[in-house]
């Protein structure tokens, strides 16, 4: 079964930097398109950065500049650079994709999420 395989977060200063990676578990499921999104205590799940199938990006206001998405194809994977942190990007950040796989009825896509990394920004 396919899953989504998120790794990179962790306990870092203000103003340091963290990279969270998102790959799909199978290389028959390619990713297409995803984003990474968070949830901090007593708040609703947000979306913090996409990057759709084109390449194109989008990002939340509070983490303009600072955020970088991307993917590597040959990888499979889909990143969050996360530069000048602050204590209030402390949340678990979760990737969501679009994985694509190969059928005999055509390509077919279907939305997965990943379990889940904690990050923890100190003042």
């Known amino acids: 079964q396919v899953q989504l395989v998120e790794s990179g977060g962790g306990l870092v200063q203000a103003g340091g930097s963290l990279r969270l990676s998102c790959a799909s578990s199978l290389s028959t499921f390619s990713i297409d398109a995803g984003g990474w999104y968070r949830q901090a205590p007593g708040k609703q799940r947000e979306l913090v950065a996409d990057?759709?199938?084109?390449?194109?990006?989008n990002y939340a206001d509070s983490v303009k500049g600072r955020f970088i998405i991307s993917r590597d194809n040959a990888m499979n994977a889909v990143y969050l650079q996360m530069n000048s942190l602050k204590p209030e990007d402390t949340a678990v950040y979760y990737c969501?994709?679009?994985?694509?796989?190969?059928?005999?009825?055509?390509?077919?896509?279907?939305?997965?999420w990943g379990q889940g990394t904690q990050v923890t920004v100190s003042s």
């Open positions: 990057i759709k199938s084109g390449g194109s990006t």
């Open positions: 969501q994709a679009n994985l694509a796989v190969a059928t005999l009825s055509g390509i077919k896509k279907y939305s997965y």
